[in-house]
C-alpha cells in the first residue's frame, strides 16, 4: 500500500510524463512546419515514450492500491529559435524529470517503501539513457553549427529512430 504522500507525488509524475509528452509533440510540429521530418519523428518517438512512461506509473500506482487523481496538463512553451535551442531546452527538460524521479527514488527509500524504489530504478537507469541521447543529438547539432547539408544527413539520422515499448508495456495492450 502506498502512503499518501507517495501516492500524490506519483499522481503528479504521472501528469508530469504526459506533459513531457505534449512538450515533445509540440517540438515535433515545430520540426515539421521546419521541413526538418527527421527531427519531427525523433520527438514524436520521445512523446511516445513519455506517454508510455505515464501509463506504467499510472499502473504501478493503481496496482499498488493508490488512487489516480488526472490533473490538468498545462500548455508547453513554443517558439524556438533554431534546432540547437529545442535541443538545448530538451535537455534541461530530461535534467528536470531525472530530478524528480530522483526525489521520488529518495522518498520511497525514506518511507522504506521497497517495492517503489525497485519500480523506480528502470527509471533512474532509462534516465540516464534519455540524457545521453539529447546529449549526442546536441553534440552534433554543435559539430555542424548552421551547415545544411549536416543538418539534412542528422534529420536523415534522426528520422530512423524506433520506439521500442518499455518492458512492463510489452504484451499489455497498453
Known amino acids: 500500500m502506498l502512503s499518501k504522500a507517495m501516492n500524490k507525488n506519483l499522481n503528479e509524475q504521472v501528469t508530469w510524463e504526459f506533459y513531457s509528452g505534449y512538450l515533445y509533440l509540440g ?4 520540426f515539421q ?17 513519455e506517454l508510455s512512461h505515464g501509463i506504467l506509473f499510472y499502473n504501478f500506482t493503481l496496482g499498488r492500491g493508490g488512487s489516480i487523481k488526472l490533473a490538468n496538463i498545462d500548455a508547453p512553451a513554443a517558439g524556438y529559435k533554431n534546432t ?3 535541443f538545448e531546452k530538451t535537455l534541461a527538460h530530461e535534467n528536470a524529470v531525472t530530478a524528480r524521479i530522483n526525489k521520488l527514488v529518495g522518498q520511497a527509500r525514506k518511507e ?21 541521447n539529447v546529449t549526442g543529438v546536441l553534440n552534433k547539432l554543435k559539430l555542424i553549427k548552421n551547415d545544411g547539408q549536416g543538418l539534412l544527413m542528422l534529420d536523415k539520422e534522426l528520422g530512423a529512430r524506433t520506439f521500442t ?10
Open 33 to 49: 512546419e521546419a521541413g526538418l521530418p527527421g527531427f519531427a519523428h525523433w520527438m514524436r518517438i520521445q512523446a511516445q515514450e
Open 27 to 30: 517540438m515535433s510540429a515545430y
Open 112 to 132: 522504506e517503501d521497497f517495492a517503489t524504489d525497485i519500480f523506480l530504478q528502470w527509471f533512474v537507469s532509462e534516465q540516464i539513457e534519455e540524457e545521453e
Open 84 to 86: 540547437l535551442d529545442v
Open 165 to 174: 515499448p518499455p518492458p512492463a508495456l510489452m504484451g499489455s495492450g497498453a
